[in-house]
């Protein structure tokens, strides 16, 4: 493996040496953060025969999940030149519609018995492998809300915790973090991936060793929500999301009282979904969080159509529109990357 991430105190790594060395923007230290984009739906299908209609591609009028895979590969590289160090991908994807409160497609790397889905995970091992090439840090979720009640029951959940876990270890990855699931306060159907339990699916990871070596694991809220101490106290990065925070003083103050919940030592806070853009202004949710010393995660959710957002089926991965430019330029001009 050629990428290796690891955590010392608040600060991220990469092959030992800390992110973005030296580099500072507008008086803040950009050293040691993990800026990074939602990337989701990279291994996204349907398998709802109801459904699938909904995500034809208007060139060729079908849907094709290996297309969506190849085309997320050939859009890596250009993310990796402007400075973006790390994506979140989940093997249960995330709305294909941005937001969406039914969800009845089937878009599930997990089975109901908990075992993995063998074309999900074929997808899901080039694009892993691919990033540690590039240099590039993967935040794997395994679980989403719109998804989990696929899973037949509790002993499943947690099979499939085992499973995933064990598959990154089997290949030898290095260069993967863990989300055990996507806003554990949202809408899941089985109590142990929400707030008061999920804390037994951290330590699940954290109890798998192989060599002496685990896999790093957090877990994420809702947009807004500052996480509890539970969760706090057993994570080894903190996972907050900005989604409908319209103020970017709100950002500043939830990363302020993230680190005065109970059980906070250091580590990073990473802002891995965020909805609101104004790149053009001095201040803005990504410059807030860079300001406390957070990174922070790009999510456009886009509208169901080809050249919007980066959640939206069928995606267009490619920087192509005046929203994703604004993003990108932004990351580049914090990290200095292309200088």
């Known amino acids: 493996m050629n990428t290796h991430v690891s955590i010392i105190e608040d600060a991220f790594y990469i092959n030992g040496e800390i992110t973005y060395s030296g580099r500072n ?26 459904t699938i209609h909904r995500w034809e591609y208007p060139d060729t009028g079908k849907w094709d999940a290996e297309r969506n895979t190849r085309e997320f590969l050939s859009a890596m590289p250009a993310w990796r030149a402007y400075g973006v160090l790390a994506f979140t991908i989940n093997l249960q994807g995330g709305s294909p519609e941005g937001y969406s409160k039914s969800q009845p497609w089937h878009n599930s790397g997990i089975e109901a018995d908990g075992s993995l889905n063998p074309d999900y995970l074929s997808r899901l091992k080039r694009i892993i492998d691919f990033a540690d090439e590039l240099g590039m840090v993967v935040i794997l979720g395994y679980f989403y809300f719109g998804q989990d009640q696929r899973l037949e029951d509790e002993d499943a959940v947690k099979r499939a915790t085992d499973n995933a876990t064990g598959w990154l270890f089997d290949i030898g990855y290095t260069n993967v973090i863990v989300e055990v699931n996507n806003e554990c306060n949202v809408r899941y159907s089985h109590e142990i991936l929400q707030p008061e339990r999920v804390p037994e699916l951290i330590e699940r990871v954290k109890s798998i060793n192989r060599d002496g070596r685990r896999y790093l694991v957090g877990t994420s809220y809702g947009g807004g929500r500052v996480p509890f101490e539970n969760v706090v106290q057993t994570s080894d990065f903190i996972l907050v999301h900005g989604n409908g925070v319209r103020d970017p003083n709100r950002i500043m103050e939830m990363v302020q009282q993230t680190r005065h919940v109970t059980g906070y030592r250091p580590m990073p806070i990473l802002f891995n979904e965020d909805d609101h853009f104004d790149f053009d202004k001095p201040m803005n949710n990504c410059m807030a969080a860079i300001s406390q010393y957070a990174s922070w995660g790009y999510f456009d959710p886009g509208e169901n159509d080809y050249h919007n957002g980066y959640q939206s089926v069928p995606v267009q991965w490619q920087i192509n529109t005046p929203r994703k430019r604004a993003f990108f330029q932004k990351i580049r001009d914090i990290t200095g990357h292309g200088e």
């Open 25 to 50: 923007y507008e008086g803040h230290k950009i050293e040691g953060l993990l800026l990074n984009s939602r990337m989701v739906q990279g291994i996204f299908d349907d398998r709802n025969p109801e």
